[in-house]
């Protein structure tokens, strides 16, 4: 009797929020420190390649990561299911800082020229093929199915505070001793996730998502994957609907902006308050998520903020002033991170974990790999049509995005878990 009372409380014990579950935050203190790393080494590659070359140069080490990153990413998802995530993410978070470190030694030594910064750049692009996949996989593994919604807003304003501290701790770097000192600096964060990562407790797979996540050949698992994710009747359209809104999205927010900055004669700094108004947006919809947990009517709530973001970054190429852009942007950054946040959550909520490293993958792919071609398309229609047409032309294929989520009837009955 006594022990059947002990089972139904463990069975009926209230399951304790992520964000104040000590497992989670040591994962979240650890992909925290990866992500202000990144940012710092962003700053002292762009610096020493700036120093050592020529801009276009620059340029060509800057992007030189983008390729092995966009060819390998896919099986970068295999690799994360068949070996598991965090043993992933802490071998890739340990090349990287192997790497980052070499390099600011051979800089402290000596002045070797643009290729160890080459080198470098494609290696990190290569080792983030697999480290994507992986972090995406993670959390799944940390916590449980009803807190992934709130592991996702946690995650957010990880990369929230990591784009605000890590260029300043960067440009400090730089000012201090130079890039040497600032890859230093990059590695030292980077170093830090990896105890961090060893002592996060994981749950293990079931037998079956065992055998779906090494059940043959790599390539077999890799088409696996993806006839996983063009089946599933939520994972489909929700990807796709992701696809539309990040390439309407970037273009504008990032090209887009600095020359409709340059056009209103804003500045630099204007340009900054409007990022910060981004910023600001997008932080409070993770912090929302984070304290709530749960939003009700996923779906629909995706799908309705992906549209009227879009319809928000039309309005931007109109705004009169910096303050209505600043309040424009803001308003961009909400419902962009409201819709980006409650979107992860789905991916993670309704993907079985075994597929988790492939499907972000897919997602990753996309966004990481694929829309970033919009940029350059749009700094030449910009020249071409001007700030406004670009913009709203931009904002139509976001809509798009949110047209799918709610017209995909699986997709906008979509819940987050209880």
Not at 87 to 105: E, K, N, P, Q
Not at 131 to 136: E, I, L
Not at 185 to 211: F, H, M
Not at 232 to 245: D, E, K, N, W
């Amino acid at each position: 009797m006594t022990t059947a009372t002990h089972e139904t409380v463990q069975r009926t014990a209230p399951e304790l929020p992520a964000h104040r579950d000590r497992n989670v935050l040591r994962w979240l203190t650890a992909y925290t420190a990866s992500m202000v790393g990144d940012s710092v080494y962003y700053i002292a590659l762009s610096w020493a390649a700036v120093q050592a070359g020529t801009p276009a140069q620059a340029g060509l080490v800057m992007t030189a990561s983008a390729v092995p990153r966009a060819l390998l990413m896919l099986g970068g998802g295999v690799i994360a299911d068949r070996l598991g995530p965090r043993r992933v993410v802490i071998g890739s978070d340990a090349v990287r800082c192997a790497a980052v470190l070499a390099v600011a030694a051979l800089l402290y030594a000596t002045t070797p020229g643009l290729w160890p910064l080459a080198l470098l750049a494609l290696v990190f692009g290569a080792v983030d093929a697999v480290f994507m996949p992986a972090v995406g996989a993670l959390p799944a593994r940390v916590t449980s199915r009803g807190q992934l919604a709130r592991v996702q807003g946690m995650r957010g304003l990880g990369i929230r505070f990591a784009s605000v501290v890590g260029g300043p701790l960067g440009g400090l770097g730089v000012a201090v001793g130079g890039a040497a000192t600032a890859f230093a600096l990059a590695g030292l964060l980077i170093a830090v996730s990896v105890p961090l990562l060893c002592s996060v407790r994981i749950r293990e797979l079931p037998a079956d998502d065992k055998a779906a996540a090494a059940g043959g050949t790599a390539w077999g698992d890799l088409l696996a994957g993806l006839r996983y994710v063009r089946r599933h009747r939520v994972l489909a359209p929700l990807l796709l609907a992701v696809a539309l809104g990040d390439l309407g999205f970037v273009g504008p927010l990032n090209v887009g902006l600095t020359l409709l900055a340059d056009e209103r004669g804003w500045g630099a700094a204007g340009m900054g308050w409007v990022l910060s108004g981004f910023g600001v947006g997008a932080g409070a919809a993770s912090l929302l998520l984070t304290l709530r947990g749960r939003l009700p009517h996923a779906g629909r709530l995706a799908g309705w903020s992906i549209l009227a973001g879009s319809v928000a970054i039309g309005a931007l190429a109109f705004a009169p002033t910096l303050v209505t852009a600043v309040g424009t942007a803001l308003l961009i950054g909400l419902l962009a991170g409201l819709s980006g946040a409650v979107c992860g959550a789905l991916l993670q909520t309704q993907t079985a974990p075994a597929y988790l490293g492939r499907v972000t993958a897919v997602s990753s792919l996309v966004s990481v790999g694929l829309t970033p071609l919009s940029m350059p398309v749009s700094a030449a229609a910009v020249g071409a049509w001007g700030t406004g047409p670009v913009f709203v032309a931009s904002a139509a294929v976001c809509g798009l995005g949110g047209v799918v989520a709610l017209s995909v009837r699986n997709l906008r009955r979509a819940e987050l878990p209880r």
